[in-house]
């Protein structure tokens, strides 16, 4: 991913509307890129007191690149558990598939033993 790319992501990725892919390719690229980082920041900065001035918190107390740091290590976290996830459910498909390949054939082994009848 690119800066220009990565900074027409970074509104989607505080509005959680990126995919596990776009999210995982953002993050690689603003943890390596300082420009970017830096603008996330920002908005990420915004947002937070939008949504705290909308919910009349005091809005002083708050470390916002602490809470965005949080945010990326939970992302990278979701990221993470997401493919893990994903990758179970691919194992459990072939597996799924072995199991009815296995009594296809032996059906079949059956059919053929039985001389090709059933009953
Ligand atoms: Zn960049």
Redesign the pocket.
């Known amino acids: 991913m690119?800066?220009r790319n990565?900074e027409a992501k970074i509104d989607s990725y505080i509005g959680h509307r990126l995919s596990l892919r776009e999210i995982e390719e953002f993050l690689e690229?603003?943890q390596s890129?300082p420009?970017?980082y830096d603008e996330l920041e920002t908005h990420f900065i915004v947002d937070r007191v939008i949504h705290q001035l909308d919910h009349e918190k005091d809005t002083d107390h708050y470390n916002y690149q602490k809470l965005l740091q949080e945010d990326i290590h939970n992302s990278l976290e979701y990221v993470h558990n997401e493919k893990k996830k994903r990758s179970l459910r691919g194992f459990a498909k072939i597996l799924g598939w072995l199991i009815l390949s296995g009594l296809v054939l032996a059906l079949i082994v059956l059919i053929y033993q039985n001389g090709g009848g059933l009953i």
């Open positions: 690119d800066c990565a690229h603003v890129c420009s970017c």
